[in-house]
């Protein structure tokens, strides 16, 4: 196949020479080769022909540009943001499993912070509690002595033998639940977030305080909300925040008289969140110093190592919460504020 472009350049060519002066006859021009072949790309997909099978140096016409040339920035840059969210977002996946094992890390080291704390508020309770366990213990020896001259005499009277073997029972009991709160608060166990009611760790810590508000001649009452107040958190630790803050409470008033000695202890709900205030008629807080309470090893008392109120804070900042004080004329007011349960909201 002769191309027509190529023929009618060489006719042209022979034309000029000619009109120039140049003999026809003597013009010689060289044969014409077959032109590559042509094909119309249309009509190749129409037709399903590969274009693997043409001759090898075909010419195809009416090609339509693909994606890639039609769109080629286009996909370059939507390919160039695509890589760099996966880039952005494998580094939020790192720096967030890099936020969990600093978040656990974190919680082991509260944990065995608050234990060592623990230990040291049990210290101080021991001694109260074991004079409040030998109430029981001595009143169990009179009863079981009581009860073996019953059973020895010639009568005994039963009536008189159970309702000593019910006295045994209540004060074997309570001691048993004196040992029991003892317990709770000095194991070690990790952090573990369930639903507790507010209310009723306020009963379990003034129960386990009252011996030592009892021995301190201090007054321990509380007001309760009406409502339930379920939160998430660890009981354990959040008793021990309730049980600082009342120590805390009867340290401030070591120098008060023993009718001003006075702990209320409040719950109530405030919209989603619920509270537990612990206010006493100690001696106060200054002003400047309401910021500095909760910061580690400040401390006003001679034997204090200043850690209590600080673990209490950071406790109940683990549980997504806060911890404030105030303080009025005479006295302070320690706030704990949790977010309710999410049944509850």
Request: charged fraction near 25%.
């Amino acid at each position: 196949m002769h191309s027509v472009l190529g023929g009618s350049s060489a006719a042209v060519a022979v034309a000029i020479r000619v009109l120039n002066g140049e003999k026809p006859g003597d013009i010689k021009t060289p044969p014409r080769e077959f032109a590559p072949p042509k094909y119309d790309w249309r009509e190749l997909q129409r037709w399903r022909v590969n274009e693997h099978l043409l001759p090898a140096g075909s010419t195809v016409y009416f090609r339509e540009p693909s994606a890639w040339e039609k769109y080629r920035w286009q996909v370059a840059l939507v390919c160039s943001v695509v890589l760099l969210q996966a880039i952005f977002i494998a580094v939020m996946l790192s720096e967030r499993r890099r936020r969990e094992r600093a978040e656990v890390a974190v919680r082991q080291r509260i944990a065995e912070l608050a234990h060592v704390n623990r230990y040291s508020i049990a210290g101080e309770l021991t001694t109260t509690i074991a004079h409040e366990l030998t109430q029981p213990l001595a009143a169990i020896l009179v009863n079981a002595d009581t009860a073996k001259l019953i059973v020895n005499s010639s009568s005994p009277k039963m009536d008189e033998l159970n309702e000593i073997i019910a006295d045994i029972r209540r004060d074997d009991q309570r001691a048993g639940e004196i040992i029991k709160r003892l317990r709770s608060l000095l194991k070690r166990t990790p952090f573990e977030a369930k639903q507790i009611d507010l209310n009723e760790l306020v009963i379990e810590s003034t129960d386990l305080m009252s011996a030592v508000a009892k021995a301190r001649e201090v007054s321990l009452s509380t007001v309760f909300a009406e409502a339930d107040l379920p939160v998430m958190g660890d009981n354990i630790q959040l008793q021990q925040v309730l049980i600082n803050l009342i120590v805390n409470s009867m340290d401030a008033m070591v120098h008060a008289g023993g009718s001003q000695r006075r702990i209320l202890i409040r719950t109530a709900r405030d919209d989603n969140v619920a509270e537990i205030e612990v206010a006493d008629n100690g001696l106060g807080i200054p002003a400047e110093k309401l910021s500095e309470i909760f910061e580690p090893f400040y401390t006003t008392k001679t034997s204090g190592m200043g850690m209590g109120l600080s673990i209490a804070r950071t406790i109940v900042e683990a549980h997504n919460g806060q911890l404030s004080a105030e303080s009025h004329g005479q006295g302070s007011v320690f706030r704990v504020r949790l977010p309710l349960a999410a049944s509850m909201q």
